[in-house]
């Protein structure tokens, strides 16, 4: 069946650092991957979107890379702030024709002052 | 421009009861989605729907129904609460033809 798996335990990293958050999934072949944030107690909100044909994307101090070899996913964000602290799901789409998302449990990030 | 909204943001059933969740977006997108959150696990999606007046399942289903009479908005029934149906619940909504999903600030329900 098809899965994604986040570390589920939280990371915590010192203000200024690079945090590094990881998605692998199993069974899939996405034509996309995508990366929400969510604060507690709000809805998730869309981050960023790296198709298959894609190395790495780009945002401001955001980075997301894709190996579908590996089938795996990195997320980064550099010079972390505490306000980065939250939760960040990885959600993939399997371009089916209902268009919805299948998403992973989440890992809280803890970016510490 | 309010976005995804959600009604209510908070409720509390005994078992057997019924209640309806309401998800209006104003964005004019044709998909939404329900999607239920609980700890630990991902989104799993309930029910969605492509368009007015039509809908289709999710993952998990099973308990649950709704319809999409209008294009801004898409209700999830539940018709007889079980303590299992105590979740976050989330609604969202996207564009056809694009990839991203807006979400509401979501419901908590406590079933008893």
């Known amino acids: 069946s098809q899965k994604i798996e986040q570390n589920s335990e939280a990371l915590n990293i010192q203000e200024g650092k690079t945090a590094t958050l990881t998605c692998n999934y199993t069974?899939?072949?996405?034509?996309?991957l995508q990366w929400y944030r969510q604060d507690p107690g709000r809805g998730p909100v869309f981050l960023l979107l790296?198709?298959?044909?894609?190395k790495e994307k780009r945002k401001e101090r955001l980075k997301v890379t894709f190996d579908t070899t590996l089938k795996q996913s990195l997320f980064h964000i550099t010079a972390s702030q505490p306000a980065d602290s939250a939760t960040y799901l990885c959600?993939?789409?399997?371009?089916?024709?209902?268009?919805?998302?299948?998403f992973g449990s989440g890992t809280r990030l803890q970016v510490q002052p | 421009n309010a976005g995804v909204t959600q009604t209510p943001k908070f409720r509390v059933l005994k078992t057997g009861q019924s209640m309806t969740l309401l998800c209006a977006q104003d964005?004019?997108?044709?998909?939404m989605y329900w999607y239920r959150q609980d700890p630990g696990m991902g989104l799993r999606l309930i029910h969605y729907?492509?368009?007015?007046?039509?809908?289709a399942k999710g993952e998990v289903p099973d308990g649950y129904n709704v319809s999409r009479l209008k294009k801004q908005n898409f209700l999830l029934g539940l018709e007889s609460a079980a303590p299992s149906q105590t979740s976050v619940y989330f609604c969202?909504?996207?564009?056809?033809?694009?990839?991203?999903?807006?979400f509401g600030p979501g419901t908590r329900l406590l079933v008893l």
């Open positions: 959600a993939l789409d399997m371009f089916t024709g209902r268009r919805a998302l299948t």
């Open positions: 069974n899939y072949s996405p034509a996309y």
């Open positions: 790296i198709r298959e044909n894609e």
């Open positions: 964005m004019n997108h044709e998909y």
């Open positions: 729907s492509v368009g007015e007046g039509t809908t």
């Open positions: 969202a909504s996207m564009r056809a033809l694009q990839e991203t999903q807006y």
